[in-house]
């Protein structure tokens, strides 16, 4: 194993390249800039292809295109460029072509505030394209370490499923240094908990059968296999058909192989004192350190806080939010998103209140203030502007 | 009635999907057939190639018809798609892609820039029926001056990319597109001849090739969907390249042919990387 004081960005492309990734193509955005430079230089190393897109659409485009070419690939952007995934996205949802997309969140809308950290793509890593009748995977970390693990889990998850898998991180995560430790055998990788997936190659005739089933190979062009995919609804063999009965047999698929086999990433969480807990503070990505943070001091001060961090975010993980309590969403949006998916989570007449900020993390003093009005039945501070009602 | 398929039919393309759902009358099937004859006189077979679509009637009509590999891209992507798709594929394996009008000279053409730009050897056949048929008969961009259509019922009068100094393939070829040709369905033997350089060309290739459609363009355009009169109708306004007449639309046969004159993507891309990989620099 190998240590460097560096950023997520070199973690992430570190990690990428242990799953199997060889080819990335990417546009540049603050803040996920410096993972394409890092890609730039690191791929040709390993062999692999490092493309510049003239858009991100395009970029995501040719990374299904390699994808459908055998390649494991990867692109990486932020929220003003994860917007025009959209359409790949639907495609290689649709499709079924394995992907890794890699959103590192900034404060919107619009271009909004690039240099901080935000959460405002929450529901967007949800429902990233149009049309409906699929599910998505999404994953959170928190540190530029696990940036690295969630990067090669997501390579593993899209081969098994076949479909894009992503990853959402935000600024400070991505540009932030921190001690990362990296692999160099698969042995270490075992210990540490790194999954990979080789990629198969769908002989067919069934290249879209009406299952749930996991570990279908996908559809790989030039082995001439007869494979073909298209962005229409599929027959079993992948020709276009316009018929209500195989589009409900196609989202069927797509929805329940994810819904069917969520024990295969549902384990991705953490939590801290929740078992006794009177609140428990609800979070996943930058702001869940603070988090943490505020939970300990608070524990320590005889508060019965505790902490669930969500790391698998989608689809969400209702059956983490069984315990009759208190529920409190911190969140990097003034809007209020993970506090939706709270509110309907929890058990019957919880209560469940939201903590939002964005740009900027909560302070622990804040956190511990808003644990301590909770815990008293006392409303969490107004501040002017700052609201907690959503 | 019995459909009766041809050697080439049987040969190249899947029986389901032979003869399409196209309209009656439409002249796609002749610009796929040249594509197909092309491929069979170059003696290529279906593993050699992989064959790539996209949206609205070339793209549906030609999805899937390709008893090899196939796929059919979003809207105006197809480019984007398969030069990743080029990077993953082995060099001797071709990309060809069977698109229209509205896919590559509208929504695409950026990808389509960028695909001559770094030469990436896939042969795009553009099947044009002069504007956006599938949805009802809207102008494109390079629907003829004046015609009249659903979203041009004065008459088309926009400047496009077939205007006087305007043409779409003087785009491409300063963009860096290594062959480019245009030719109308009704060119048959002289078009196949086209298509096979455009295929052996080892890089960007580009074929624009108009072909009539009776069910919406000449219904509006003509008053008729008599076929015989708008393929007379494009016969008589195309004229090969040297001996157009005042008014022709179309000049047929190849503009631009630097065939294999310079390197190709995936070679170029791997060679470099392979480079990299050895010396640490370029």
């Known amino acids: ?390 | 009635m019995e459909y009766k398929s041809s050697r080439l039919t049987s040969t190249y393309l899947r029986a389901r999907k032979i003869p399409s759902t196209a309209c009656s009358g439409c002249g796609l099937g002749m610009n796929h057939k040249i594509v197909v004859q092309a491929i069979d006189e170059l003696g290529l077979e279906t593993k050699d190639i992989v064959w790539g679509t996209s949206i609205g009637c070339a793209g549906r009509q030609t999805f899937a018809t390709w008893k090899g590999d196939g796929f059919a891209g979003t809207h105006g992507r197809a480019y984007a798609i398969a030069r990743g798709l080029r990077i993953a594929l082995p060099p001797e394996k071709k990309i060809l892609l069977t698109v229209g009008d509205g896919d590559a000279f509208g929504i695409g053409l950026l990808h389509l820039i960028h695909a001559a730009r770094c030469n990436a050897d896939m042969t795009v056949i553009v099947n044009d029926n002069l504007g956006y048929q599938s949805t009802g008969g809207q102008y494109g961009w390079t629907t003829p001056q004046g015609a009249h259509t659903d979203s041009s019922p004065y008459g088309m009068f926009e400047h496009n990319l077939m205007s006087e100094g305007m043409d779409v393939l003087h785009i491409l070829k300063g963009a860096g597109a290594t062959f480019l040709a245009r030719h109308v369905a009704m060119d048959g033997a002289v078009a196949v001849e086209t298509v096979k350089k455009a295929i052996l060309n080892r890089g960007f290739s580009l074929v624009h090739m108009p072909y009539p459609c009776p069910t919406n363009f000449a219904a509006r355009e003509l008053g008729s969907r008599n076929q015989v009169n708008i393929y007379r109708w494009i016969q008589r306004q195309a004229a090969p390249l040297g001996q157009e007449k005042e008014d022709t639309v179309w000049a047929t046969g190849i503009w631009h042919d630097a065939s294999n004159s310079r390197r190709e993507f995936h070679e170029e891309i791997h060679a470099t990387i392979d480079k990299i990989r050895r010396t640490g620099s370029l």
């Open chain 1, 1 to 390: 194993m190998k240590r460097f004081l560096e950023t997520g960005n070199f973690a992430i492309t570190e990690g990428a390249i242990l799953a199997g990734c060889r080819f990335f193509a990417g546009y540049p955005i603050t803040p996920a800039t410096e993972l394409a430079e890092a890609m730039s230089y690191r791929l040709p190393q390993e062999g692999g292809v490092y493309l510049q897109a003239e858009d991100e659409c395009a970029a995501c485009h040719m990374c299904v295109g390699a994808s459908l070419g055998g390649y494991k690939a990867m692109t990486a952007t932020s929220g003003p460029g994860f917007i025009l995934y959209a359409d790949p996205i639907g495609w290689a949802l649709g499709c079924e072509t394995p992907l890794v997309i890699l959103n590192s969140g900034r404060v919107g809308p619009v271009s909004g505030i690039t240099g901080a950290p935000g959460q405002g793509e929450f529901y967007l890593m949800r429902y990233p394209t149009q049309g409906g009748n699929f599910e998505t995977i999404c994953l959170a970390p928190n540190s530029a370490q696990e940036c690295m693990a969630m990067v090669v889990e997501a390579f593993y998850l899209s081969e098994r499923f076949r479909m894009p898998v992503m990853v959402l991180a935000d600024q400070l995560i991505t540009d932030g240094f921190e001690d990362i430790t990296v692999p160099e055998t698969e042995e270490e990788m075992k210990e540490m908990g790194f999954r990979t997936w080789p990629r198969k190659v769908c002989q067919g005739p069934e290249f879209y059968p009406f299952t749930d089933e996991l570990d279908i190979p996908p559809v790989v062009l030039g082995h001439n296999t007869g494979g073909i995919c298209s962005d229409w609804t599929p027959t079993v063999e992948g020709y276009d058909i316009e018929e209500v009965e195989a589009h409900h047999k196609h989202a069927y698929r797509l929805i329940y192989k994810v819904r069917n086999h969520r024990d295969l990433f549902n384990h991705h969480y953490e939590e801290k004192f929740v078992d006794d807990a009177d609140l428990i503070v609800v979070s996943f990505g930058s702001p869940s350190r603070v988090v943490n943070t505020a939970v300990e001091k608070a524990r320590a001060q005889g508060m019965k806080v505790g902490s669930l961090r969500l790391i698998n975010i989608w689809p969400f993980p209702d059956e983490l939010f069984h315990r009759k309590a208190k529920y409190l969403a911190v969140e990097l949006t003034w809007d209020g998103q993970l506090v939706r998916e709270v509110q309907r989570a929890v058990p019957k007449d919880s209560e469940v209140h939201f903590l939002g900020t964005c740009g900027d993390l909560p302070t622990t003093p804040d956190l511990l203030e808003s644990f301590e009005k909770l815990l008293k039945n006392e409303p969490l501070s107004r501040k002017g502007w700052v609201l907690e009602a959503w």
